[in-house]
């Protein structure tokens, strides 16, 4: 697993479309009838959500290979 | 031309003509033109023979109907260096195999026989395995590490699964399945079980190697059935294997070979018994029976032992107990929509089995539309998956079955570093791998149902002599008088 929960910081980042610093925000996922209510980095102002790359391909994968056809 | 199992006379006025295809002569297996025809709710394959006279194999039967069966694939051919096991095509397909440069699907899982030798004599060997015997011979263990090497340079990362005859006789198997856990994703042991019955150690050795799962041969919960499909009652030491491996922490597929009128009717208490044992017993692996090797003798001309894709799904469906229900059941995205089915769900602790996917809507995108289980073509536009940034739903149809087929039948070993900051991905990890129960079921095909369409996408492949990739129904093939296409 690359990333853990616990890595995931919102310091550092803003928002491209307005500036902002990210924050980290409650967000929700949904997924082939499953949802995951998480922490990630968030523009608390457009809402828009940032996914850090090792979220994508660590857990997220995984979660996505148990939901996922084969 | 008798009409033996599985075959009715052929094209009655009320055969309704679908499409064409390509099949083989059941007996010579020379290559022919082929139609695909339905007559009620049951579809055949039909062909003419110009030696042996026409043809007609039963290929489905009844619910889910062919005409909805369906799933979208992506061709997604064998990487050139599997294809150049072949250098050149001369008889067609499938007498070139290897695989040949008009294949269509990637190897997902590649069988590797270790050994003909077999401490049981089923009636119903396909391989048409050699009595074990004292002083058998085996290859030694570097010249089996080579030649999975040469798997792993040809196939790329698949499953490896360890096959035979009984493949458990070779007495290096553990440091064989300690080589292949370096070279492959994942590393499955085909098996009767006795050995493993018989030596507690074997299961311990095999789990330390690095096994990923075993598929367990278990045919029923009676001992008639095994005395019919093996020659002998063989219960007591299926449930032996079964503590062994449970203690050895070793996850098992229970992997019924089905015969009408033998043991389909006992599917349900195959699934109450593997239910019992989750999650070490990880799921099921219906197998129905085909003709070839060994097992023609004993079918020709004998009762009808058959069961096609749907009549298998609809039998443990019918006797689950109203656990399982056909619309929890999926064609496959990696092997050809009509070799299997799958449904994948989550044992929850009062027993009752949740689809692991949303059988509400349809996962599967409408013809040019993107869907959820779309196959990825960031590779075809010219972007790399890390320029286009998508993850999700981009790898080819073998390489999800590798990674979906790892994740459902291993033991449930996630575990997160830091309990502390365990999040709901995390926690939705750990439940679903634990919970996780498939039942699964692969239809292979004989002389009387090939489909050389089928053929052509199919994802499981042997490795064969002299150093190619041969998919398993060819190898297996044989013809209604004993001649054999590769074996």
Known sequence: MKAEAGEIRAEGWTCASCGSPLELLPADIAYMGSSFQVELPRCRKCGFTLIPQDLAEGKMLEVEKLLEDK | ??????????????????????????????????????????????????????????????????????????????????????????????????????????????????????????????????????????????????????????????????????????????????????????????????????????????????????????????DDIYRRLRGRPLLDIKLAALRNCREANLPVVLVPTLAKGVNDQDLGNILRLGLSLAPGVRGLHLQPMTISGRNLPCLIGGENLDLTLPETLQAICAQSGGLMRPEHASPPGCEHERCSFHCRYRLTPTGQLVPMRDTGGDCCPAPGKTGCCTLGNAEESGKSREETGRVLSDRPGARRAVDLVGMVWSAPDHSPADKEKIDAFDAFIAEARAQVFSVTCMAFQDCRTVDLERLRGCCVFVYAHPDRLVPFCAYNMSGLDGRSLHR
């Open chain 2, 1 to 222: 031309m008798n009409t033996d199992a599985g075959q009715v006379p052929y094209s009655t006025p009320s055969a309704l003509f679908l499409y064409e295809t390509r099949s083989l002569c059941p007996i010579c297996l020379q290559s022919l033109p082929a139609r695909i025809e339905r007559r009620g709710d049951a579809v055949f394959l039909s062909r003419d023979c110009p030696e042996h006279g026409p043809f007609s194999g039963l290929i489905w039967k009844g619910e889910p109907d062919f005409a909805f069966w369906k799933r979208p694939r992506q061709d997604c051919p064998p990487s050139a260096g599997a294809q150049n096991s072949v250098e050149r095509t001369n008889k067609g397909c499938p007498g070139d195999c290897g695989p040949c440069f008009g294949h269509t699907q990637s190897p997902c899982t590649v069988l590797f026989e270790i050994t003909r030798y077999c401490n049981l004599n089923c009636p119903v060997c396909f391989a048409s395995a050699l009595p074990a015997e004292a002083g058998m011979e085996m290859e030694n263990a570097g010249e089996l590490k080579e030649r999975l090497r040469r798997i792993r340079a040809l196939a790329g990362e698949v499953v490896l699964q360890f096959s035979g005859g009984e493949p458990t006789l070779h007495p290096d198997l553990p440091e064989l399945v300690r080589e292949a856990n370096g070279l492959f994703p994942a590393v499955q042991l085909n098996s009767n079980g006795l050995l493993l019955a018989e030596k507690p150690d074997l299961a311990r050795a095999l789990a330390a190697a690095g096994l990923s799962w075993v598929f367990l041969q278990f045919d029923g919960t009676r």
